[in-house]
């Protein structure tokens, strides 16, 4: 089942900015990104998937090597919705990007795409064309 819904995939060119977010669906009403640390990954090879973005427990963030500086993950509390801005869109950022809550499992990388304990969106297409 599906357990976070993200939204905002989509084609665009290389340089361009596309917007992703994710909110709980109705059958994880009640989770909190407050309290579940919440983080976006995106598919490499096969099944895995490396995190790209993510909160930690204190509310700092991380990122990875190659989207520092051109992508920011944001929160809004009020909505429990969390957003990943990407700017300067590569043709390597193309991928297929999920929210992910970490439910104890940890926000390792590399990792299975959807792998239990952790909480896991549906995954939304990113395309980055020339």
């Known amino acids: 089942e599906v357990q976070l819904v993200e939204s905002g995939g989509g084609s665009v060119q290389v340089g361009g900015s596309l917007i992703l977010s994710c909110s709980p669906s109705?059958?994880?009403?009640?989770?909190?990104?407050?309290?579940?640390?919440p983080g976006w990954y995106r598919q490499t090879s096969g099944n895995q998937c490396e995190l790209v973005a993510a909160?930690?427990?204190?509310?700092?963030?991380w990122y990875s090597r190659s989207v520092k500086g051109r992508f920011t993950i944001s929160r809004d509390n009020a909505k429990n919705t969390i957003y990943l801005q990407m700017n300067s869109l590569k043709l390597e950022d193309t991928s297929v990007y999920y929210c992910?809550?970490?439910?104890?499992?940890?926000?390792?990388?590399?990792?299975?795409?959807?792998?239990?304990?952790?909480?896991w969106g549906q995954g939304t297409q990113v395309t980055v064309s020339s």
């Open positions: 109705a059958l994880s009403f009640g989770l909190s990104f407050d309290k579940w640390p």
């Open positions: 909160f930690s427990h204190d509310s700092s963030t």
């Open positions: 992910a809550a970490d439910m104890g499992g940890g926000m390792g990388t590399p990792m299975p795409c959807r792998s239990p304990p952790n909480l």
